[in-house]
């Protein structure tokens, strides 16, 4: 297997972000996700980027072939030639084959989709729990990471506040949108034989091993 072209896909609070790092550091993968390399089209005033800037200044959504065209100019990039993990897209079917349309003409494909599932009863509990200090931002979980005084910040003492976005009823309402998307995906890449599943309620590690060993044996499979 010359490249590892991965998607990695879950719900808020599944733990993507801990996992992208592990797998970046397994692999030595570039993180690629939409939103910071439009950002970085932009700002870089790429012909693709003033196209993208057009569009966000109007306050419309970038259109599906601009935003594949901005991740291929990433994607192009020295740093990418061994693979990829690609966070934030497709978020629908057509921006999955207007991807997989992309790559075949670059002469590449993807590897597999990474599913980090968690159920909402778990995703409503880990995010609804977190606690954010007033003054500086210090963050805690009334569950895995309690401050040893109740709504008390350790370092600097002041209130801690639960933010709106971790309110469980705004939760909620992520839940739908992301199940509304993703599901159908799921389906996309399981009848293409691409998608791996992860059991994100286990420990960080356990998952991280799991991932590790399930992208050995796809590097076997490939090798026989």
Same mark, same amino acid.
């Given at each position: ?12 609070g599944?733990?993507?972000?801990t996992q ?13 996700a ?25 306050g ?6 601009l ?8 994607l ?24 997989a ?6 002469g590449?494909?993807? +590897?597999a989709? *990474? ?9 409503? @509990? #880990?995010?609804? %729990?977190? &606690? /954010? ?18 709504g ?11 933010r ?7 939760i ?9 998307? +993703?599901e159908? *995906? ?9 998608? @791996? #599943?992860?059991? %994100?309620? &286990? /420990? ?13 044996t ?7």
């Amino acid at each position: 297997m010359s490249e590892l072209n991965l998607i990695l896909v879950g719900p808020p609070g599944a733990g993507k972000g801990t996992q992208a790092e592990r797998i970046q550091q397994d692999f030595g993968l570039p993180y690629f996700a939409t939103g910071n390399i439009l950002r970085k089209a932009v700002t870089d005033g790429t012909e693709l980027g003033k196209q993208a800037k057009a569009y966000m200044d109007d306050g419309k959504l970038v259109p599906d072939e601009l935003i594949v065209g901005v991740l291929l100019e990433a994607l192009d990039g020295a740093e990418a030639t061994d693979g990829f993990l690609l966070d934030g897209f497709p978020r629908k079917i057509s921006q999955a084959d207007a991807l997989a349309e992309a790559l075949e003409k670059v002469g590449r494909k993807l +590897t597999a989709v *990474l599913l980090i599932d968690v159920p909402d009863e778990e995703v409503i @509990r #880990r995010l609804s %729990g977190r &606690r /954010t200090c007033a003054k500086n931002g210090h963050t805690y979980h009334v569950d895995f990471d309690p401050p040893k005084h109740e709504g008390v910040c350790d370092q600097d003492g002041s209130k801690l506040i639960q933010r709106d976005d971790d309110k469980p009823e705004v939760i909620s309402k992520r839940l739908v949108t992301y199940h509304d998307e +993703t599901e159908p *995906l799921v389906e996309y890449y399981e009848a293409r034989d691409l998608l @791996r #599943r992860f059991d %994100g309620t &286990r /420990t960080p590690t356990e998952v991280h091993d799991h991932i590790r060993a399930t992208i050995a044996t796809l590097r076997l499979e490939d090798a026989i």
